[in-house]
T-cell receptor
């Protein structure tokens, strides 16, 4: 089983619609969770950290379910510029600063 | 403030050649990392350096060596390149607060990447 698993997609989303996707992780000791965004042929950039109580940043909402070991990302009112690959990232204690990346979920927002 | 910079941006090598990928950060970060990214796969950690003077193996260290030259710079060396090392290489850095490194991770900031092809 992969340490961090994501549906590779693509998720084809009409502009203005809502899209949500999950990732599952295997290390129950993980303490830090992130969503990164990666545009084609570019470096990953932090989209948002994921906190235990869930958190929102504009049109983006992230949730953490520790019991079932999954993280979710919801994008509301999708924009064309949201088209990208979204990487689910968790850390790996005891070397807490080591991160494991999922393979990414590709989102394509279409007019 | 350039963040994380990498050189070169592109490189083509023949099997058996050697090369060094350079990475530098100007954010005064303690930790630095080297990843590779292959199609359809997530980023995989090659080596990392939790602080100046220390380096540790990641998930896929075979065929690579690293040097943490100083706090700013972290280089990755391929001694004898193989076609299996064709990939996109990313360098990253993070603050890594003292005392939290064992359980928590800070945001990692990535360089623009080096696209390496080994023929």
């Amino acid at each position: 089983r992969k340490e961090v698993e994501q549906d590779p997609g693509p998720f084809n989303v009409p502009e203005g619609a809502t899209v949500a996707f999950n990732c599952t992780y295997s290390n129950s000791a993980s303490q830090s969770f992130f969503w990164y965004r990666q545009d084609c042929r570019k470096e990953p950039k932090l989209l948002m950290s994921v906190y235990s109580s869930g958190n929102e940043d504009g049109r983006f909402t992230a949730q953490l379910n520790r019991a079932s070991q999954y993280i979710s990302l919801l994008i509301r009112d999708s924009k064309l510029s949201d088209s990208a690959t979204y990487l689910c990232v968790v850390n790996n204690p005891p070397a807490g600063n080591k991160l494991t990346f999922g393979g990414g979920t590709r989102v394509l927002v279409k007019p | 403030n350039a963040g994380v910079t990498q050189t070169p941006k592109f490189q083509v090598l023949k099997t058996g050649q050697s090369m060094t990928l350079q990475c530098a950060q100007d954010m005064n970060h303690n930790s630095m990392y080297w990843y590779r990214q292959d199609p359809g796969m997530g980023l995989r950690l090659i080596y990392y350096s939790a602080s100046e003077g220390t380096t540790d193996k990641g998930e896929v260290p075979n065929g690579y060596n690293v040097s943490r030259l100083n706090k700013r710079e972290f280089s990755l060396r391929l001694e004898s390149a193989a076609p299996s090392q064709t990939s996109v290489y990313f360098c990253a850095s993070s603050t890594t607060k003292t005392g939290e490194a064992r359980t928590r991770a800070d945001t990692q900031y990535f360089g623009p990447g080096t696209r390496l092809t080994v023929l």
